[in-house]
């Protein structure tokens, strides 16, 4: 039998020294035997799987005669392994469970409640998911020494970049993953909420698509133009859009104006210009992501391009002859260039007319004469054109139209398109002063003719040639006395510097001219002249009456016979009057 001692009991737990002092209650002896009822001295007991020695110093019991117990020193003479029947826990786990703003490049790090090892049977996984997901993004085996680092309670995941940023991602690891060296077995992390994180967005948004697309034809002048992110966007704090045109119809679109609703933004424009190819930017910065990731922006004109829709009528840029051209040569052809290439029509007409609105010449524009080429439209003439005629050109509405199909609306109006032809008609006179065979005209008249256009002076001579007159006068053109008035078309020629006093009373004028003598002013045709066939002709006025010149018989004739004739001869022809010849007899 014993009794207690002094001192105290050393109970080693996992190293480290427990002391239980021998007074303590809990130390109960019974005859020769001493029980310490450890699970009363330390809350709980032993640690699972604890190694433990005790220590039991001299003179902690002695028996009842005093002889103190030699006790326990070394930790060999008493020493035994708890039983580890506690499955190991992890707490904490990094990154946490519910956090947010995670680099995609952090391991995954769990703390156990003690030692552990890899577990390397069938359910040994750790499973890495995207939320919403059902196929991992990756799978690790728990005994995988390159991914798995075990240091004593602690596992370090080794993790592949996360290839998805600003995701939710949770963890899996399933039950037979880790045990502790007992073989107690982690119950693992089976359901999401458990271990679920928030990788960090440092992807910046990109195009998944454009509206209208990269290089579309035909789109609609007021079509939206969008763009679709490949995750939610808003705008950033500085930016703008920039629309630009072939056809110099650039646009500006600020970042005030730019909407944003989900992973959709919405370009607002004005409509465009028909048939224009347009390219547009979107600068740097001016969208971002939730997380603050800037869109690199469009800054090519290959990126986002597309034409519009040409829904423009053609309009003419010019003709040839232009409108209102004269002196056009007979045979010229007609050209019309368009403001855009064009083709013709399935029917329609070109109409050439008069002033009178006859036509001159028509051409259905299926005829071979109607020729077309890129902007140009060529009419070939059937034959010359009349001369001096004012020519207006019609076209039927769709005659042509664009390569669009859009109709040229025509030319409707005779005033949108006429021209003067060639005037190729000699001058002629219009009016004589004096008339062409007048009477009683006066002597000390002047020549007054006027023709039909403009005229110049040409060369040659004006002759003028008086009955009973020998010689005709000459006046060559050029004399001052041959004056071209300023209205061009009236010519005055004063006779006086050749007949001072006046033409003979009563003479015949005849009046010629050379061909050429004058010219029209436009184009220099030859006036054809006044010939000797045809001569302008009129009559002096007569006021010199007529004397006698001669008698027969003489004037104090003698052995005149008894039958002779009386005869007369005047100084000009004349003609019986109202009076009567009276013969006397001398001394009667």
């Known amino acids: 039998r014993v009794r207690k001692g002094i001192g105290d009991i050393l109970v080693w737990e996992n190293n480290a020294p427990n002391r239980v002092p021998v007074a303590n209650?809990?130390?109960?002896?019974?005859g020769d035997t001493v029980t310490i009822n450890y699970a009363a001295i330390k809350s709980g007991g032993f640690a699972p799987g604890a190694e433990v020695f005790v220590q039991i110093p001299f003179g902690t019991f002695a028996d009842l005669?005093?002889?103190?117990?030699?006790?326990?020193?070394?930790?060999?003479?008493?020493?035994?392994?708890?039983?580890?029947?506690?499955?190991?826990?992890?707490?904490?786990?990094?990154?946490?469970?519910?956090?947010?703003?995670?680099?995609?490049?952090t391991n995954l790090i769990l703390s156990f409640s003690k030692p552990v090892r890899a577990g390397t049977g069938t359910n040994n996984r750790i499973l890495i998911y995207q939320a919403g997901n059902p196929t991992p993004l990756e799978t690790i085996a728990a005994n995988n020494t390159a991914k798995v680092i075990i240091t004593g309670s602690t596992v370090t995941i080794l993790n592949n970049p996360l290839p998805i940023a600003g995701v939710m991602v949770y963890v899996n690891i399933e039950?037979?993953?880790?045990?502790?060296?007992?073989?107690?077995?982690?119950?693992?992390?089976?359901?999401?909420?458990?271990?679920?994180?928030?990788?960090?967005?440092?992807?910046?948004?990109?195009?998944a698509a454009?509206?209208?697309?990269?290089?579309?034809?035909?789109?609609?002048?007021?079509?939206?133009?969008?763009?679709?992110?490949?995750?939610?966007?808003?705008?950033?704090?500085?930016?703008?859009?920039?629309?630009?045109s072939r056809r110099g119809a650039n646009q500006t679109v600020d970042l005030a104006d730019i909407t944003v609703a989900g992973n959709t933004a919405t370009i607002p424009h004005t409509p465009f210009l028909s048939n224009d190819t347009l390219h547009v930017w979107v600068l740097p910065?001016?969208?971002?992501?939730?997380?603050?990731?800037?869109?690199?922006?469009?800054?090519?004109?290959?990126?986002?391009?597309?034409?519009?829709?040409?829904?423009?009528?053609?309009?003419?840029?010019?003709?040839?002859?232009?409108?209102?051209?004269?002196?056009?040569?007979?045979?010229?052809?007609?050209?019309?260039?368009?403001?855009?290439?064009?083709?013709?029509g399935t029917a329609g007409n070109i109409t050439l007319r008069g002033d009178n609105g006859v036509a001159i010449q028509t051409f259905a524009v299926t005829d071979t004469l109607v020729q077309v080429s890129g902007r140009t439209a060529t009419i070939r003439l059937r034959g010359n054109l009349p001369t001096a005629t004012n020519v207006h050109v019609l076209i039927d509405n769709a005659a042509?139209?664009?390569?669009?199909?859009?109709?040229?609306p025509g030319i409707s109006s005779p005033t949108t398109w006429v021209f003067t032809t060639l005037d190729l008609n000699a001058p002629f006179?219009?009016?004589?002063?004096?008339?062409?065979?007048?009477?009683?005209?006066?002597?000390?008249?002047?020549?007054?003719?006027?023709?039909n256009k403009d005229i110049q002076k040409g060369s040659g001579n004006i002759r003028i040639q008086v009955s009973g007159v020998a010689s005709p006068v000459v006046i060559p053109v050029t004399d001052a006395n041959v004056f071209l008035r300023l209205d061009r078309r009236t010519v005055d020629v004063q006779l006086s510097t050749f007949f001072p006093n006046g033409i003979p009373s009563g003479g015949v004028v005849s009046v010629t001219m050379d061909n050429g003598v004058f010219v029209d002013l436009a184009n220099g045709n030859r006036f054809a002249g006044i010939d000797n066939s045809n001569p302008w002709r009129f009559t002096v006025n007569d006021i010199i009456p007529p004397s006698l010149s001669t008698f027969s018989p003489a004037n104090d004739a003698t052995n005149v016979p008894v039958a002779t004739t009386l005869t007369l001869n005047f100084s000009e022809p004349v003609r019986a009057g109202a009076g009567r010849i009276l013969v006397y007899r001398t001394g009667s």
Do not use: C, M
């Not at 006179?429 to 023709?451: E, K, M, Q």
């Open 25 to 30: 209650a809990n130390v109960i002896i019974t």
């Open 65 to 105: 005669v005093g002889n103190s117990f030699t006790g326990l020193a070394s930790p060999t003479d008493w020493n035994f392994t708890v039983l580890d029947d506690v499955k190991p826990t992890a707490t904490p786990i990094t990154p946490a469970n519910g956090a947010t703003n995670v680099a995609s490049t």
């Open 175 to 207: 039950a037979g993953a880790f045990s502790d060296n007992s073989g107690n077995f982690f119950d693992g992390i089976l359901i999401p909420n458990q271990w679920r994180f928030q990788v960090r967005d440092t992807q910046k948004p990109t195009t």
């Open 210 to 244: 454009l509206n209208p697309t990269n290089g579309q034809q035909n789109v609609a002048v007021n079509a939206p133009l969008t763009i679709t992110f490949s995750e939610p966007i808003r705008k950033g704090t500085t930016g703008s859009a920039l629309i630009f």
């Open 285 to 344: 910065n001016t969208l971002v992501d939730t997380a603050g990731n800037a869109f690199d922006g469009i800054i090519s004109d290959q990126t986002w391009r597309f034409t519009t829709a040409d829904i423009d009528i053609p309009q003419i840029s010019s003709f040839t002859p232009p409108n209102g051209a004269s002196g056009v040569p007979l045979n010229t052809n007609l050209t019309i260039v368009f403001s855009e290439n064009i083709r013709k």
């Open 400 to 408: 042509f139209t664009d390569s669009s199909g859009n109709p040229f």
């Open 429 to 451: 006179i219009a009016t004589y002063t004096p008339a062409r065979d007048a009477v009683n005209v006066p002597a000390n008249t002047s020549l007054t003719f006027v023709f």
